[in-house]
């Protein structure tokens, strides 16, 4: 069964950090790129951070970076997200998704990910 799992969310103050983590099935692990998304309310879902399967290719959205940091652990079928300097504006629905094999690059729009989690909320807090 194909499936992502998110945890790790939570209510932080600002200038805090959390670690997100998500757990695939290998079906779903051997994409080739995984990624984060998220979603605040009242806005569209946007792109976080991105990683290559064999890690060494990194991406991040200008909002992130430098703060935020996307790993994965191909052992455990896992990525993770480390967040540190956390601000209000990083409130949001996080999601864990895999890229379609339709598209050979990295991709930062929805559209390209057919394999969601169902997402984990993290609140920060001034």
């Known amino acids: 069964q194909v499936q992502l799992v998110e945890s790790g969310g939570g209510l932080v103050q600002a200038g805090g950090s959390l670690r997100l983590s998500c757990a695939a099935s290998e079906r779903t692990f051997s994409r080739d790129i995984m990624a984060w998304f998220r979603q605040a309310p009242g806005k569209e879902r946007e792109f976080v951070a991105a990683?290559?399967?064999?890690?060494?290719?990194?991406y991040y959205a200008d909002s992130v970076r430098g703060r935020f940091t996307i790993s994965r652990d191909n052992a455990k079928s896992t990525v993770f997200l480390q967040m540190n300097s956390l601000k209000p504006e990083d409130t949001a629905v996080y999601f864990c998704?895999?890229?379609?094999?339709?598209?050979?690059?990295?991709?930062?729009?929805?559209?390209?990910?057919?394999?969601w989690g169902q997402g984990t909320q993290v609140t920060v807090s001034s």
């Open positions: 998704a895999a890229q379609s094999p339709k598209y050979s690059g990295i991709e930062y729009r929805t559209r390209a990910y057919d394999l």
């Open positions: 990683i290559k399967w064999s890690g060494s290719s990194l």
